[in-house]
T-cell receptor, first 111, second 112 residues
Framework: KAGVTQTPRYLIKTRGQQVTLSCSPISGHRSVSWYQQTPGQGLQFLFEYFSETQRNKGNFPGRFSGRQFSNSRSEMNVSTLELGDSALYLC??????????FGPGTRLLVL | AQTVTQSQPEMSVQEAETVTLSCTYDTSENNYYLFWYKQPPSRQMILVIRQEAYKQQNATENRFSVNFQKAAKSFSLKISDSQLGDTAMYFCAFTTNYQLIWGAGTKLIIKP
């Protein structure tokens, strides 16, 4: 069974731009979660989606948004990028409230 | 507040030795899952072991085992016969409200 896939793997943007990251879950998994990992803040929860509904959201500004499609694929968007948004963005999928399996991540660098 | 504390920022051991990574957590919930994940230099987050809080029996996965003390809110990971490939960051985490709460991680270095 294929694992969680994330695209793109690497991204370089400049301040003020916006970015969209994509995540395809393991087949059969309906829950997708997003996390931001930085050296300073560690791993922080962004949001979680199940059957196209956001069930929980972390403490991030409104510039961070996400959505989930009917095939469980998910996207997250960051608008008006700031230098501090440079991070590894991890996506994870699970059947529901169980073990989260992670994708390889997207490394975003904001210049 | 729901938190995870990993008190050892970095550890190093010789290959084939046994090492124990510490983790304490705080939650008011009664049913939850606890996890250890490893993150090697590739940055891929890999599940090491899982423990259901309602199970008293400690989970084991080959060379990896946990010591789960629910009353003390302690969840340590023991790695037996450590291998060079075990070199990674190790994160302790638990589930709540559709998210994982993470510790800061322990950098484990296995020396040849």
């Amino acid at each position: 069974k294929a694992g969680v896939t994330q695209t793109p793997r690497y991204l370089i943007k400049t301040r003020g731009q916006q970015v969209t990251l994509s995540c395809s879950p393991i087949s059969g998994h309906r829950s997708v979660s997003w996390y931001q990992q930085t050296p300073g803040q560690g791993l922080q929860f962004l949001f979680e989606y199940f059957s196209e509904t956001q069930r929980n959201k972390g403490n991030f500004p409104g510039r961070f948004s996400g959505r989930q499609f009917s095939n469980s694929r998910s996207e997250m968007n960051v608008s008006t990028l700031e230098l501090g948004d440079s991070a590894l963005y991890l996506c994870a999928s699970t059947r529901d409230q169980e073990t989260q399996y992670f994708g390889p991540g997207t490394r975003l660098l904001v210049l | 507040a729901q938190t995870v504390t990993q008190s050892q920022p970095e550890m190093s051991v010789q290959e084939a030795e046994t090492v124990t990574l510490s983790c304490t957590y705080d939650t008011s919930e009664n049913n939850y899952y606890l996890f250890w994940y490893k993150q090697p230099p590739s940055r891929q987050m890999i599940l090491v072991i899982r423990q259901e809080a309602y199970k008293q029996q400690n989970a084991t996965e080959n060379r990896f085992s946990v010591n789960f003390q629910k009353a003390a809110k302690s969840f340590s990971l023991k790695i037996s016969d450590s291998q060079l490939g075990d070199t990674a960051m190790y994160f302790c985490a638990f589930t709540t409200n559709y998210q994982l709460i993470w510790g800061a991680g322990t950098k484990l270095i296995i020396k040849p």
